[in-house]
């Protein structure tokens, strides 16, 4: 049965099962545990506890091993590369973004090149991280092979997603977090599990025909090297899929070009570590004057479009970001929700390893 | 009637009518006119020397200002605000991008937000420019509005292009540069000309309902507030319009945001300078270690994708900003080509103004 659960709850919850159960250091489980409570609370269910199945994968595949601590490899007063040594990814999303930040503080601006990590989570919240100090946040990652390039048949990019925060005097941060591909994967199992047909422009099968059958589909993505997601844009150049392409290549080439890491089709190879490579960068406001004004004006823009005309049927033009800052408000007094697939494996993850049942707000089990 | 030009004498004559013409200085005229000529080269002609027309209407309303120099209006080791006085958009970008490599050079990476500013030719030639010297080359600009947010049904936000270079270990340079509404306007001139329908995702009409008549499009275009192109990702949120929606509204919030300079909404007005927004970045390689073992792994990376397998019907992955590449090469031998609109416009100039005709390489005039 799906519930709502206390943030708090959940977060010690989820902290528990990685330090007890998956043999995290308590750093590590606290930060994974933060990473994928906010993505349930944001309304990205596809990036919350229900990862801890991929994350237990990981573990037993052997291409993430806890413990593992990150290794400045090169180091510039405003530049570093980190070693992940195949460690946890948030953990290591945590450190990098960290110690990126130390340098922006006295340079200015600040990047940081990532390689041998694993998945960190949602971009969305590295980017707001640094947006949080009065900075522009960018976070970018590839990922497991999951993108097909333009009048390509064969799965050789990650879904490569783009994170970007900007401050605004509200307190508010636009915080753009997009796969470059049309949809995340999560969107297609979704669609497959409620036997729905997926649109035009999300994805090919191993022929490189569009496919609108998701279960279909998933046999193609999980049994052969061909068919796979489409960039954003869809299929061909008519209605721009060249663009996304070139923006999930812009991707890879920052994350593992600049790290010397493993691309995405190298990533997760069998017995060795993710290979998960990232790019952060940060830029203080106060590069371009007063950040009081920067972020008075950049509001300002935002407002204009809020106020602007909308469509028939739509009394709304969602800034990004603000959705998942609105379920986050939500959950914050709600609870956070959670779906009967992930109670259950949370259920069966706590028998295991011998922790108490986490209570929902509603009184039930997870 | 269309035809080809020498790149050297298309380039003289594209500066005589800028210099003897239009009033620019010698420098103004020199920027100008290689920018456009170099679109022309590449296969961009929307961008290329038909784009004449366009910058004398803007020294006709009053939206540029030849003569006027950009100032520094803001200044950090590694940052710079310009105010570009209404100048000429190509010589203030050039005059920007100069000043910000020579920052980077010393801090190792430089930032340059633009206000007053006009339109500035292809973004990518500014990325390729930053690119040439061993460092990841970022340039983005607001422009004339043209898109409609999602939802939304008010022009609001420009075509506000996205141009990133990284230069590669054979010299060439990966150079991503793309509007990012799903076209330029210049395609829907394109097939408004050629009445040929547009494909859906392109654009929507005054009442926000998808349109594929060019010529209908062109009507409400330039008679209504309302109507205009879509982002990236088309109509609504199903194949990801509202991702393109971010990009096109982070790009302004990089450029009129942090330039404090108008937003696209309030560029041109009746009266007043142009009011485009730039914002340049520069980022040397030898950030993250030996430019050599960078330049070589994007190269490698890219030479992946290039080799993977291609569904029926193509034989070829294109990279970006290859295909721009091997056209300049083909205009470098066989000379510029220009369509017969183009070389009507340009004898009519050369008539008005007094200059010899330019001969092409057939030998007829243009």
Not at 37 to 43: K, S, V
Not at 273 to 299: E, N, T, V
Request: charged share 20%.
């Amino acid at each position: 049965m799906s519930s709502h659960f206390a943030y708090d709850a959940l977060l010690a919850h989820t902290k528990d099962i990685l330090a007890k159960g998956y043999g995290y250091s308590e750093e590590e489980a606290r930060i994974t545990a933060w990473v994928l409570t906010e993505a349930d609370a944001r309304g990205i269910p596809s990036h919350g506890v229900s990862r801890l199945a991929f994350y237990r994968k990981n573990l037993s595949q052997g291409h993430a091993r806890p413990g593992a601590e990150p290794e400045v490899v090169w180091r510039t007063p405003c530049s570093l590369v980190v070693d992940g040594h195949d460690g946890v990814g948030c953990y290591i999303a945590d450190w990098s973004v960290r110690e990126m930040l130390e340098l922006a503080k006295s340079s200015g601006a600040a990047y940081c090149a990532v390689r041998n990590s694993n998945h960190y989570g949602i971009a969305g919240l590295w980017a707001e991280e640094i947006a949080r100090q009065d900075m522009i946040g960018m976070a970018f990652t590839n990922t497991y092979i999951a993108g097909i390039p333009t009048f390509g048949r064969r799965r050789i990019l990650g879904t490569n997603p783009i994170a970007v925060g900007l401050p605004e005097a509200s307190g508010r941060v636009f915080l753009l977090d997009m796969a470059t591909t049309t949809v995340a994967h999560g969107k297609v199992e979704l669609y497959d599990r409620r036997r729905k047909p997926m649109p035009l422009g999300w994805a090919i099968d191993e022929n490189g025909r569009s496919v609108t059958d998701a279960t279909a589909f998933e046999k193609v993505f999980y049994g052969s090297k061909f068919g796979g997601h489409l960039y954003l844009g869809g299929e061909g150049e008519e209605i721009g899929g060249h663009k996304g392409f070139g923006l999930g290549l812009l991707v890879e080439l920052l994350c593992s070009g600049l790290s010397l890491g493993a691309s995405s089709l190298n990533t997760y190879p069998e017995g060795g570590g993710g290979g998960i490579a990232h790019f952060f960068s940060a830029m203080r406001l106060d590069l371009f004057g007063d950040p009081a004004a920067q972020k008075a004006h950049i509001g300002s823009i935002i407002d204009e479009i809020r106020r602007s005309e909308k469509i028939a049927g739509h009394d709304r033009i969602f800034i990004p970001g603000e959705k998942e800052a609105e379920s986050r408000a939500r959950a914050m007094n709600e609870g956070v929700y959670l779906d009967e697939a992930t109670c259950s494996y949370l259920a069966e993850l706590a028998k295991e390893f011998g922790l108490a049942e986490l209570k929902g707000l509603c009184g039930c089990a997870a």
